[in-house]
């Protein structure tokens, strides 16, 4: 889940509306819905006011939030995660090689298939080696 979804996680299970976290946590609502559709990222400040507002801990509201270079499976693009499965060829990536393909994208796009990322891994390899 990412941090967007997270945050409007909370307010829909606690049946509020912006405006209701906007006043206790005396954030905007512009900002606030800014925030749930992930158009801005927040501050560590604006987090912890959250937190507060929502009467938990910063770690508790980042609980299940994947953050960017995770590895984490939810984290991984399409493909990759099906490479990493593999028991053969996925036991030959590091987990300094899965962070390395999970950032990697072609022309704006990013592979689909496990024989494609494992393809690009192979001639990442031939490279540097």
Known sequence: MKLHERLRELRSE???RLKDVSEVAEISVPYL???????T???LDT???????YGISVHDLLEGVEFY????????PKGLADLIADPVLGAQLSPDWVR?????ELRGKRPEGKQDWYEIYLHLKRILD
Request: hydrophobic fraction near 35%; proline fraction near 3%.
């Open 41 to 43: 990222n927040p501050s």
């Open 14 to 16: 606690r049946k509020l």
């Open 47 to 53: 987090l912890q006011t959250l937190a507060a507002a």
């Open 69 to 76: 270079g995770e590895s984490g499976e939810g984290a991984l």
């Open 100 to 104: 390395t393909l999970s950032r990697i």
């Open 33 to 39: 819905s800014d925030l749930e559709r992930g158009r």
